[in-house]
Every structure is written in structure tokens, then in C-alpha cells.
């Protein structure tokens, strides 16, 4: 125990944080050197390095390797793998970094496509099967356009396109992981198999994850090829489409489909409305959704790309489903409405799964869409309300009610002007606001939760009420700027099980206001962080954490960019 004299909390911390600072720039700095000299040999040079005691399999067994296949397997976490597999394609040791990394995702890419026979069956364990062989296609399809982007033509840095690479391998790690899990709430044996069939490609992804994530370290030393378009560069169509965004009337005059229940749009479904667009589509597909409760179970499939879906008011167009697990379907099939392709929009919108507290896990809103946003809507429901199962997402000034891990999933997700409202659970629950996913400590996911408020909706008198809990060894949640009211538990964060957590989780809190942000009391696990300085802090805002300073302005939508 560290002696500091008569210092208060605050200015402890602050010296802690100075001298820990210290520190990491020192090791920082010796880091970057070390990898600087091993990418340019690596880059550069053509001398073979030794891999010592052990027998490389990408050369028949000797002992020599190129230093590019030691330079990137040697950062991954399954090294086994990646010298079986990048290390022992034809050519290998003449091969850069970046050309090795490109193998990792074909090898990756090769794997997953052979699962997805593997996942099939009846009885039960079909919708389970079903939920797996969806999801894998999903990944195999991420990985096809990871591939593609490495084929444009249009060079830049590697920080910027190592965002979308490591967004979309985080994804497919996501997926195999959601695929087990839905396997799992079937049968133990089910889960075992699931793990089992895609052990391999697990183990690839998360190699080529880690692989990604060095070289975006070393940017300023390699680049690789981006195609995605920054607001800058999508023109003045763009820029009136935003325009038009801020201004919902205008929007909606402007739609290229209007569902109404009465019959005075083109279809009364909002099913119905999504067969018509487009497949792959780069222009904006505005549906307009006018006033009524719509039962229906919605999807906007993976193809369907920049859907822009507006309503009358959260409280005049609601989407209402009750899909549920105690009735036999996988979590992830649950949700009332679930949206796949990529720059989908809503505004003035209701989300609700109408299952109650005691069907259990009932998703109202599930998210897997890269760049997606939300405005003005509502997530209804109980025990997981809202699924931001992967990708990019934002969410600005929406209402989100539930009980049980009511905002969950592994995505990389901004919460900004927010109203949260726990409500009241099943008699003997405690609530969890988030329960975050990440499994892997290269992947770009989290919880952000920036400028909103959290009070209760109900009394929830004799409830214990809790900011989360660590779903996976690497759960990662920021809330920051927020109003918290009294009601939230002092410990702040419950275990998922027994009395602790695994030390690699990230929680933190800065700047909070309210009864319920004061931190003495918080528990003392060491991945909590209740002094975060502001730089850190800031990592978790909209412009580095979902690089939204890109993309959110083509939205239209308010937002604000850093604390």
C-alpha cells in the first residue's frame, strides 16, 4: 500500500494516473521502435529469421521462417494456427504482412464456408440449428467483403481502413460466439458440437483480428487499400439527403414507400414494403411507416442496404411482436424487429416485444447493421430489449425500458442523450442495465453511454438495480457525462457469477452526475476504472470509438462528436 500523505481521492488518483502515464509512454515508446524495426525487416527485407525450438510446418518441417510469417503470427493468440495455415501457403516467407493477412481471411473464409452444412437438424434443436446457419452465412459474407476491400484500388492509411477490417472480423467472431450460445439454450451436447465445428475458423478469425489490429498499430509504416467513402467525398446528394434528414416532414413527403394500416399508402405491411428494395443498394430507400401498431415480426435482411425508415411519433407508429425464449425460439431470433443491412435509419419509432417479464429473454430491437443509426425512437420490452449484436451503431436521444441485461450484445455502440429506464422485473430479479460481449481483446467492441439520463420507470422499491455485469472475460462499458439517479445500487457493477469478475473487463465511469454516480462504494474489481481521465474517456465518444465523424453527418441526425 502506497503512502501519499493527507491527498483526497481525486488528487490520489491524479498522481497514480501521472505516474502510471509516465510509464506507459516510456513502454509505449520502446514498443513502437521494436515494431517499427520488425514490420520494415519484415516489409523490406528478404533474411530468413529462426524460429526458435520450434519446427515451422509452412517449409516441411525445418527451422527457418521469413520474418513476415514470424512478425504476424507471433502477435496472434492461437500461434499453432496461423503457422499451420498462413504460414504454409505457397510462397509465404516472399509475402508481406499485409499480402499474409489477406491469407488469413481466405484461410478463415474457407473454413467458415464448409461449416455451414454442418448446422442442421429437426426437432428442437431445428430453430437452433436454423439461428447458427444464418448467423455463419452472415460471417461468411463479412469476410467476402473484407476480401474485397483489400482488392480496391484506392490506397490510404492503414488506421483508417483497419477500423472497418477490424469492425467487420470482430463481427464474425461475433457471430460463431452467438451461434454457440443459441446452440447452448438448446442442450450442453449441442453446445459442445457447436464449439467443436468451429473451433478452426474461431481460431482463424481471431488470429486474423490480432493481425489486423498490430498492423493498424504501425500505420504510418504500411498501408493497405480502403473503399469506403468519407463524408467529404459523397457529394452534395449526400449532403441534401442530411438536409432533408433534420427535416421530418419534408422526409416523409419524400419517401419512396408508405405503409399504412388504413390503406391510403402503397402496402400495409412493413414486411410487404421491404420486399421492394433494392438489393445492395448505394441510394437511400426511404419507407415511411404512418401512425398505427403494426403485429408483425420484421426483418431487414442482409441485402437491403441504406433502408431509412421514419414514423409519425414514438408513440404513433409502434412495431409490436412477442417472440420469446420460454416459447421455444433462440434469444437471437427473438426480436420484434431485427436489421442486418448496412446504413439502415429510424427515426420517431417504437420497438416493443410484448412477451412480459416472464417469457424471459424477448428482444424488442436487434442490430447487426454496420453504420446504423436511431432517433427519436423507443425499445420496449423486459429481460434483453435491445440486441447491438455487432458493427457500428448509434442511438440519439431514444428511450430504452427493460429489467434483465436490457442493452446487450458486442458492438461498437454510442448511447448519446439517452433516456434508460429500468422497470420493474420478476419478483426475486435484480436489474442489469448492460451486459456487453466481448470475447476477444482485439476486437473494437463496447458500450458507450454518453449524456443520458438512467432513473427508474416504475418504484422499484426493494429492487437492486445495477449499471451491468460482465457477460464475457473481455466486457467492456463506458458511462460517461450521464445523470444517474439515486436508486442505482452503490457496488455499481454485479457479477455475472460468484463475487467478482475476470480481471480483463473494462467498466468505467467519468463525470457522472446524480445520487446514483457517486463511486465510493463501487466495487473493487480490477478491470473497474472509477477514475478515468478525460483522454481516456474520450476514446470511448462518438468520432474514435465508431468513427462516426465519417458517417453520421450523411444521417442528418444531431450528435456530437467528443465529450
Given at each position: 500500500m502506497h503512502s501519499y500523505g493527507k491527498l483526497d481521492e481525486a488528487e490520489q488518483a491524479k498522481l497514480v494516473a501521472r505516474r502510471r502515464t509516465r510509464k506507459r509512454i516510456i513502454i509505449i515508446a520502446v514498443s513502437s521502435v521494436a515494431l517499427a524495426c520488425i514490420v520494415i525487416g519484415a516489409v523490406f527485407g528478404t533474411t530468413a529469421v529462426t524460429h526458435a525450438g520450434k519446427k515451422s510446418p509452412e517449409n516441411g518441417g525445418g527451422d527457418s521462417i521469413s520474418a513476415s510469417v514470424k512478425a504476424v503470427c507471433d502477435v496472434t493468440l492461437y500461434k499453432d494456427t496461423c503457422y499451420r495455415t498462413v504460414g504454409s501457403s505457397p510462397n509465404a516467407t516472399r509475402l508481406t504482412p499485409e499480402e499474409l493477412f489477406k491469407i488469413a481471411v481466405e484461410f478463415t473464409l474457407?473454413?467458415?464456408?464448409?461449416?455451414?452444412?454442418?448446422?442442421?437438424?429437426?426437432?428442437?434443436?431445428?430453430a437452433a440449428m436454423g439461428a447458427c446457419k444464418e448467423l455463419i452465412e452472415l460471417a461468411v459474407e463479412h469476410l467476402n467483403e473484407t476480401v474485397t476491400s483489400l482488392d480496391g484500388k484506392m490506397t490510404t492509411s492503414l488506421?483508417?481502413?483497419?477500423?472497418?477490417?477490424?469492425?467487420?472480423?470482430?463481427?464474425?467472431?461475433?457471430?460463431?460466439?452467438?451461434?454457440?450460445?443459441?446452440?447452448?439454450?438448446?442442450?450442453?451436447?449441442?453446445?459442445?458440437?457447436?464449439?467443436?465445428?468451429?473451433?478452426?475458423?474461431?481460431?482463424?478469425?481471431?488470429?486474423?483480428?490480432?493481425?489486423?489490429?498490430?498492423?493498424?498499430?504501425?500505420?504510418?509504416?504500411?498501408?493497405?487499400?480502403?473503399?469506403?467513402?468519407?463524408w467529404e467525398e459523397t457529394g452534395s446528394e449526400t449532403a441534401s439527403f442530411a438536409r432533408r434528414m433534420l427535416q421530418e416532414k419534408d422526409l416523409r413527403t419524400m419517401a419512396n414507400i408508405v405503409v399504412?394500416?388504413?390503406?391510403?399508402?402503397?402496402?400495409?405491411?412493413?414486411?410487404?414494403?421491404?420486399?421492394?428494395?433494392?438489393?445492395?443498394?448505394?441510394?437511400?430507400?426511404?419507407?415511411?411507416v404512418k401512425e398505427g401498431v403494426y403485429v408483425e415480426n420484421v426483418k431487414v435482411e442482409n441485402s437491403k442496404w441504406n433502408v431509412v425508415m421514419v414514423g409519425d411519433g414514438q408513440d404513433k407508429t409502434i412495431v409490436s411482436f412477442g417472440l420469446n425464449f420460454v416459447d421455444g425460439t433462440p434469444t437471437f431470433q427473438t426480436a420484434t424487429f431485427a436489421v442486418f443491412g448496412k446504413g439502415f435509419m429510424a427515426r420517431d419509432m417504437t420497438f416493443r416485444n410484448t412477451a412480459g417479464a416472464a417469457k424471459h429473454q424477448a428482444v424488442a430491437l436487434m442490430v447487426s447493421a454496420d453504420l446504423s443509426a436511431f432517433y427519436h425512437c423507443t425499445m420496449d420490452a423486459f429481460q434483453d430489449t435491445l440486441y447491438a449484436l455487432s458493427q457500428r451503431q448509434f442511438y440519439r436521444e431514444c428511450t430504452i425500458l427493460g429489467t434483465v441485461d436490457f442493452i446487450f450484445g458486442n458492438s461498437a455502440v454510442v448511447f448519446q442523450n439517452c433516456t434508460i429506464?429500468?422497470?420493474?422485473?420478476?419478483?426475486?430479479?435484480?436489474?442489469?442495465?448492460?451486459?456487453?460481449?466481448?470475447?476477444?481483446?482485439n476486437q473494437n467492441t463496447g458500450i458507450s453511454i454518453h449524456k443520458c439520463s438512467i432513473s427508474p420507470l416504475d418504484n422499484l422499491g426493494g429492487v437492486q438495480t445495477f449499471l451491468g455485469r460482465p457477460w464475457k472475460n473481455f466486457s467492456t462499458t463506458v458511462v460517461m457525462k450521464s445523470f444517474m439517479d439515486g436508486f442505482i445500487d452503490p457496488r455499481g457493477w454485479l457479477p455475472w457469477v460468484g463475487n467478482t469478475a475476470p480481471d480483463t473487463i473494462f467498466y468505467a465511469e467519468y463525470g457522472n452526475l446524480g445520487a446514483g454516480a457517486w463511486t465510493k462504494n463501487r466495487v473493487t474489481w480490477k478491470g473497474v476504472r472509477t477514475f478515468l481521465t478525460k483522454k481516456a474517456a474520450n476514446k470511448f465518444t462518438v468520432k474514435p470509438f465508431i468513427n462516426g465523424d465519417k458517417w453520421l453527418p450523411a444521417t442528418g441526425f444531431p450528435f456530437k462528436p467528443d465529450l
Open positions: 474457407e473454413s467458415l464456408s464448409k461449416s455451414v452444412a454442418k448446422f442442421s437438424g429437426g426437432g428442437k434443436e431445428m488506421s483508417e481502413l483497419g477500423d472497418d477490417l477490424r469492425t467487420w472480423l470482430s463481427s464474425v467472431v461475433t457471430y460463431q460466439e452467438t451461434c454457440v450460445e443459441a446452440l447452448q439454450e438448446t442442450t450442453v451436447d449441442l453446445k459442445t458440437y457447436g464449439e467443436t465445428n468451429l473451433k478452426n475458423s474461431t481460431e482463424m478469425t481471431s488470429n486474423a483480428l490480432a493481425i489486423i489490429t498490430w498492423l493498424t498499430k504501425i500505420s504510418d509504416t504500411i498501408k493497405l487499400r480502403r473503399r469506403m467513402l468519407s399504412a394500416k388504413d390503406g391510403t399508402g402503397n402496402y400495409t405491411t412493413i414486411g410487404r414494403a421491404l420486399e421492394d428494395v433494392p438489393e445492395k443498394s448505394s441510394n437511400k430507400t426511404i419507407i415511411y429506464l429500468p422497470r420493474r422485473p420478476m419478483p426475486g430479479q435484480q436489474n442489469t442495465i448492460t451486459a456487453q460481449g466481448r470475447t476477444d481483446p
